[in-house]
């Protein structure tokens, strides 16, 4: 298949008025001098010491975008697996992915590419922010933007990310986020516009065992390789609380329970004298002798 560059170009809206490559053209590019930036902060502002700081840039945007998503979505977005003492286990994951997809995707959409600042995204203990330049589209009111009106501040990128299957022209992605979020969500300032998601438990904190108010069920909310533990409790008896909550846990779940490697939580399990295994490895399950 070949492709006629000019007319591509000229047909994609790659050239400005005087025939030269336009901000769209450099905004596709291989190389760039556009950056977008992910920064972790310790707590809850900006005041607080920066752990992370990684930066998506001078590359083709699509890719940088995609790049910057997955690392939030996909390691960021960690599982904290939370095991209550009626036998029930809960997946929490830290925020909402197909909300924040909407929220970022958008974010590079609608930002204000001329004025040469890119979309960042801020993490911190409690919440991500995603910040873009531009406010509200001219001529919106904020009834026409939460009421699903799509008036794209960039058409012709609107159409590359729809060609590209990144975006959907029907105005969801607002409703998507004010779906899982609310209103609340959404902050517009005169420059800016802020994207906050709150997150379903805290980055940074160690959250002490909490009981209901009938006694039924503890839970334990300590985030270590995504399950949940008590700091306190030795090894074996980590293993041995988890086992009572649920007898069917995997090795693979005790390795992340207890943050070690395969071979040391076996050598843990075989020199205890409570912890039973009954049945195969598929099929069947733990038991703890009182």
């Given at each position: 298949?070949?492709?006629?560059?000019?007319?591509?170009?000229?047909?994609?809206?790659?050239?400005?008025?005087?025939?030269?490559?336009?901000?769209?053209?450099?905004?596709?590019?291989?190389?760039?001098?556009?950056?977008?930036?992910?920064?972790?902060?310790?707590?809850?502002?900006?005041?607080?010491?920066?752990?992370?700081?990684?930066?998506?840039?001078?590359?083709?945007?699509?890719?940088?975008?995609?790049?910057?998503?997955?690392?939030?979505?996909?390691?960021?977005?960690?599982?904290?697996?939370?095991?209550?003492?009626?036998?029930?286990?809960?997946?929490?994951?830290?925020?909402?992915?197909?909300?924040?997809?909407?929220?970022?995707?958008?974010?590079?959409?609608?930002?204000?590419?001329?004025?040469?600042?890119?979309?960042?995204?801020?993490?911190?203990?409690?919440?991500?922010?995603?910040?873009?330049?531009?406010?509200?589209?001219?001529?919106?009111?904020?009834?026409?933007?939460?009421?699903?009106?799509?008036?794209?501040?960039?058409?012709?990128?609107?159409?590359?990310?729809?060609?590209?299957?990144?975006?959907?022209?029907?105005?969801?992605?607002?409703?998507?986020?004010?779906?899982?979020?609310?209103?609340?969500?959404?902050?517009?300032?005169?420059?800016?516009?802020?994207?906050?998601?709150?997150?379903?438990?805290?980055l940074g904190e160690y959250i002490k065992p909490q009981e209901g108010a009938d006694g039924t069920e503890r839970v334990t909310e300590r985030v270590?390789?995504?399950?949940?533990?008590?700091?306190?409790?030795?090894?074996?008896?980590?293993?041995?609380?988890?086992?009572?909550?649920?007898?069917?846990?995997?090795?693979?779940?005790?390795?992340?329970?207890?943050?070690?490697?395969?071979?040391?939580?076996?050598?843990?399990?075989?020199?205890?004298?409570?912890?039973?295994?009954?049945?195969?490895?598929?099929?069947?399950?733990?038991?703890?002798?009182?």
């Amino acid at each position: 298949m070949s492709v006629n560059e000019s007319s591509f170009c000229k047909n994609e809206g790659f050239y400005d008025e005087d025939g030269n490559y336009n901000i769209l053209a450099e905004l596709l590019a291989d190389e760039n001098r556009f950056s977008i930036k992910v920064v972790r902060f310790e707590g809850n502002d900006k005041g607080s010491n920066i752990l992370l700081r990684n930066e998506y840039g001078y590359q083709c945007l699509v890719t940088a975008m995609k790049n910057a998503q997955s690392f939030c979505s996909d390691v960021l977005n960690q599982t904290k697996t939370v095991f209550h003492r009626n036998g029930h286990r809960e997946d929490i994951s830290l925020f909402d992915r197909a909300a924040f997809r909407e929220a970022w995707y958008n974010a590079c959409l609608h930002n204000d590419w001329v004025d040469g600042t890119p979309p960042a995204i801020y993490v911190f203990d409690d919440r991500l922010e995603i910040i873009s330049t531009g406010g509200l589209p001219r001529n919106m009111s904020k009834e026409d933007f939460f009421g699903g009106v799509s008036k794209p501040v960039n058409e012709s990128l609107a159409k590359i990310f729809i060609k590209l299957g990144l975006i959907e022209q029907t105005g969801h992605g607002v409703s998507t986020i004010v779906d899982k979020y609310g209103r609340e969500a959404f902050t517009f300032l005169d420059n800016f516009l802020r994207v906050t998601i709150p997150f379903n438990y805290n980055l940074g904190e160690y959250i002490k065992p909490q009981e209901g108010a009938d006694g039924t069920e503890r839970v334990t909310e300590r985030v270590t390789g995504n399950i949940a533990i008590e700091k306190s409790l030795s090894d074996e008896e980590k293993l041995i609380k988890a086992i009572k909550e649920n007898p069917e846990i995997t090795t693979a779940e005790m390795v992340k329970l207890l943050d070690k490697s395969r071979r040391t939580v076996s050598r843990i399990i075989a020199k205890s004298t409570k912890i039973v295994r009954v049945g195969p490895d598929f099929g069947g399950h733990w038991e703890v002798k009182e």
